[in-house]
């Protein structure tokens, strides 16, 4: 890691969506160069660009190596990474492109099991892998107050720490997959809080209740969490559903939790009805939708609406 600040000098980034835009966003403003490669948002990539001089555009992924002794990987799923890491036919992939000793860091919310066994694969080409998800969406990536759940080396985590205390608060909690297995449970929480909070408002709604009255009078009591504090106030009573994390992506974070329960034999009946509600919202909601939007859909159960 290069002085005066602890930063690398030059960082690869990878996946340039609705997270992984702000964060790069960030990295250049704190000095950091960054070589930055997305797939298809081309248009995006080059709008990011053109208003962050630190940052370098790529034509292909492995190309972000290049003078990289960190790269970091903000992508949708462990399919995607590991098609990265590895490259196709067409392209070098990643993982013949860093130098050894480089440090790989998967901060999006891939599967824990996966990501152990991309470590040992990597570190048999002395590139350590490290597992850094986040919570906080995408107001949290703007403002770098992300919540970064660490999974890797001591060592590593803490050079890493002044690189990820641009984008949040650095949470090591174990060896690596520990902070991919972590997020996916944050967001199982996160998920049967939505469902929960939101079963219970329509059903108050239906009773003839004010949904605002009922937020600020639950907020001070028990039953209050993220969707009732932040969620339905901030998405779904303007109508806006507009959070920037798609339900596709809780769906695929939901179904890794459950993974996790049924291979530990923890007990999983909750989290397995969760997983059916979330994924018949999907179904019915279609590939765009906003996780938020998961109360458009239990808003037309057993009314026929559902477009309000
Ligand atoms: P996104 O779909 O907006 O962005 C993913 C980006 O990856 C896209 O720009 C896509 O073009 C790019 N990509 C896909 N395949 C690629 C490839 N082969 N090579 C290069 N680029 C490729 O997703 P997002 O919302 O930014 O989420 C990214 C990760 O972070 C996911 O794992 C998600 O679960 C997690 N996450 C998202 C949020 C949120 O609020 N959006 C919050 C916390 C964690």
Redesign the pocket.
Known sequence: MAEPQGLPGTVGF???????EPMVRRLAAAGVTVRA?????RL?LAEVVTLVDEVAAVAE?AAVAEGAAVVIL????SN?VE??VHGGDSETGLLDALAPGAVLVD????EPLRTRALAAETAARDVVLVDA??????TG?ESGTLTIMVGGPEETTAGLAPLLGVLGRVRRVGPVGAGHAL?ALNNLMSASHLLASSEALLAGQRFGLDPAAMLEAVNGSSGRSGSTENKWPNFVLPGTYN????LS?ML??IRIALGLAEATGAPSAHTARTVELWAEASAALGPGADHTEIVRWLRSIGTGEGDS
Not at 14 to 20: A, H, P, S, W
Not at 37 to 41: G, I, M, Q
Not at 74 to 77: R, Y
Not at 107 to 110: D, I
Request: a neutral charge; aromatic letters at 4%.
């Open positions: 990878i996946g340039l969506g609705r997270m992984g490669f997305d797939a298809v948002a995006h992924g903000m992508l949708p799923d995607v098609a990265v901060m999006g919310s891939s998800p986040v919570s906080g969406g995408v990536a997020k959070s920037g994390f798609a992506l695929k974070d």
